[in-house]
């Protein structure tokens, strides 16, 4: 029963951060902290093996999200959520989340690279977009392929898909796989 109360909780934790995450900015901290906290209360009746996994889940995701923040590639939203996610799947599933959010981001970047710039520059965008720092970086939570400065204006393409939308991507496929 409380196993089936704890995915339960985990649903509906990720579909309201989900929807935050859609719709705003940034996901609420009162929200994440709770589904961690509930989280961890309903593994700790469990029990202590239980209990265990979901600590070492959030401890993971707070270092996965210390590593990430020192190298400014993610900001509070994306933290949060991997906390959320470590909580509630523990660390085998966290690596499953981490690896589907970066190949989707990585996939949406590539094909939007793909639709604006031609099918004839796949290979030197795929380049670019995997070579560190030339071509890839963030702006405002988005992946931006391209920045171009037009007489004092930056234009920038960015990426369909937010760092936010992979990793609920990702938790659901750490779920289910």
Known sequence: MIVELHALAFMVFLAAAAWQVATAPSVSPVLVYTGVAVSLSLRALVGADVHMVGLL???????ISIALMLLRV????ELRLLLLAGAFLGPRE???TLLVAVGAMLLAA???????????RRTRTARLLLTPHTGLGWNGGRVV??????EGAAAVQAAPMSPGVAIV???VAGWIL
């Open 94 to 96: 966290l690596v499953t």
């Open 57 to 63: 889940g959030l401890s993971a995701a707070l270092l």
């Open 169 to 171: 991507l990702g938790t």
């Open 74 to 77: 993610a900001t509070g939203t």
């Open 110 to 120: 590539v094909v939007s690279a793909a639709v604006h710039r031609g099918p004839w």
């Open 145 to 150: 392929i391209r920045e171009e400065k037009v």
